[in-house]
């Protein structure tokens, strides 16, 4: 089946650093990426989302980048802070609207070293 | 506002043993999802509705069972209980509108999920 994979399963930062999150997926019919934050003990949470007719999205202090071609998928923290030490996850629609065929990637776990 | 609401936190159950994981949403969304996650590993989808009355198997629908009687709630049964599902369980919801097309609706809030052991 299709999957979502991370290049990272763990990436230390030096706070105020910038940060990259990479992702790769592999369906190419998928039309729809999101960036969820899950820190200790709680549920995912939404950061941001893109759609394959875009290439770059920003939020605040993160950015969002999307690659068609070779099919990865960045997150870009500015300047980072002890509360985003997280783990990170990246997802993909599988080209369906609803979230039956939502992938979530394993993660990649985000330390922000003071 | 609580957005949703999982019952209990944690849980330690025996092997063969029965339990219902609650899940409650206030946010009137119809799309509501459950997950489970494993260590190390990304969230699978078990089971989801798109409404009351309407239920269908996720990834993993196996040894559980699901009912949507209201749009507020969406437990997750377990029968019989098994070591392999031992893991974190997590519920969530999202408004999903046809013909709208588009954002917010693979928009998920979760839960703060559910700790299950089975020994």
């Known amino acids: 089946g299709e999957s979502v994979g991370l290049h990272l399963p763990t990436l230390s930062v030096q706070e105020g650093d910038n940060s990259i999150i990479n992702c790769a997926y592999s369906?190419?019919?998928?039309?729809?990426f999101i960036w969820y934050k899950q820190e200790s003990g709680k549920g995912p949470q939404f950061i941001i989302d893109?759609?394959?007719?875009?290439d770059k999205r920003q939020g605040q202090r993160v950015t969002v980048l999307l690659n068609k071609t070779v099919k990865h998928l960045s997150l870009q923290i500015a300047a980072t802070q002890p509360g985003d030490s997280a783990v990170y996850f990246c997802?993909?629609?599988?080209?369906?609207?609803?979230?039956?065929?939502?992938?979530f990637g394993t993660g990649t776990r985000l330390t922000i070293i003071p | 506002n609580a957005g949703v609401t999982q019952t209990p936190k944690f849980r330690i159950l025996k092997i063969g043993q029965s339990m219902t994981l609650q899940c409650t949403q206030d946010?009137?969304?119809?799309?509501m999802y459950w997950y489970r996650q494993d260590p190390g590993m990304g969230l699978k989808l078990i089971y989801y509705?798109?409404?009351?009355?309407?239920?269908d198997k996720g990834e993993v629908p196996n040894g559980y069972n699901v009912s949507r009687s209201t749009t507020e709630d969406f437990p997750l049964r377990l029968e019989l209980a098994a070591p392999s599902q031992t893991s974190v369980y997590f519920c969530?919801?999202?408004?999903?509108?046809?013909?709208?097309?588009?954002?917010?609706?693979?928009?998920?809030?979760f839960g703060a999920g559910s700790r299950l052991t089975v020994l």
């Open positions: 969530a919801s999202s408004y999903f509108e046809t013909g709208t097309g588009e954002d917010g609706a693979n928009v998920l809030t």
């Open positions: 369906n190419s019919a998928s039309d729809y």
């Open positions: 893109i759609r394959s007719n875009m």
């Open positions: 997802a993909e629609n599988g080209a369906n609207f609803g979230n039956e065929k939502l992938t």
């Open positions: 946010m009137n969304h119809n799309y």
């Open positions: 509705s798109v409404g009351a009355g309407i239920t």
